[in-house]
């Protein structure tokens, strides 16, 4: 391959002394100084607004009858690029029959790549990704979210996939682990 070789202009006296570049830079940071709308925020007191869509915190949701809407299929925990869930399920008695629902479900937040992963897969939409991104911890078993502190944190969703509401089930309610 062929390389053209470029001439550099010569420096102006101005140029070489480099005063009136740094006075024009001086100038503009006194203008935003007196002028301009700040765009600095006094961050935590002016909480920060994510946009939507954003991609933060994992928390598990239960539908608006209070029921876990995971049924511990751990389709997430497989698909997890870092292996960042860990799922125990548990048989429960509901009814006359028997499903399935999660005994333990840990998230580990040091390693989650908040990829989104989880909530494209998981087919009861029990699982999403949050705006929570404000989380901190002392030690990195405090870093490990539990099943009970992912659903404080997610709350419910009425909407969408609801297992305990299948035609038929209508009474359905969730009584508990067999042990
Ligand atoms: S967001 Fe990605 S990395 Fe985090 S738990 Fe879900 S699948 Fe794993
Ligand atoms: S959160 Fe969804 S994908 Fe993960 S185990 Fe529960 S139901 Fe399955």
């Keep these: 391959m062929a390389y053209r070789k470029v001439e550099r202009p010569a420096l102006t006296l101005g140029e070489k002394l480099y005063l009136p570049a740094i006075l024009k830079g001086l100038g503009l940071t006194l203008k935003h100084f007196f002028k301009r709308k700040k765009f600095t925020r006094q961050y935590p007191e002016e909480p920060t607004v994510v946009p939507e869509g954003y991609r933060g915190l994992p928390v598990l949701v239960k539908d ?105 089930n209508a009474g359905f309610h969730r009584e508990g682990p067999i042990r």
């Design 64 to 168: 608006d009858e209070g029921r876990v809407k995971c049924v511990a299929c751990q389709m997430c925990e497989w698909v997890c690029p870092p292996e960042a869930i860990r799922i125990i399920p548990e048989e429960l008695a509901v009814g006359n029959t028997i499903e399935k629902g999660p005994r333990e479900f840990d998230l580990d937040t040091l390693r989650c790549i908040f990829c989104g992963l989880c909530e494209e897969a998981c087919p009861e939409e029990a699982i999403f990704l949050s705006d929570k991104f404000e989380f901190a911890g002392g030690s990195r078993e405090e870093m490990i979210f539990h099943k009970e502190k992912l659903l404080d944190l997610g709350g419910v969703r009425a909407a969408g996939a609801k297992k305990w509401k299948k035609e038929g």
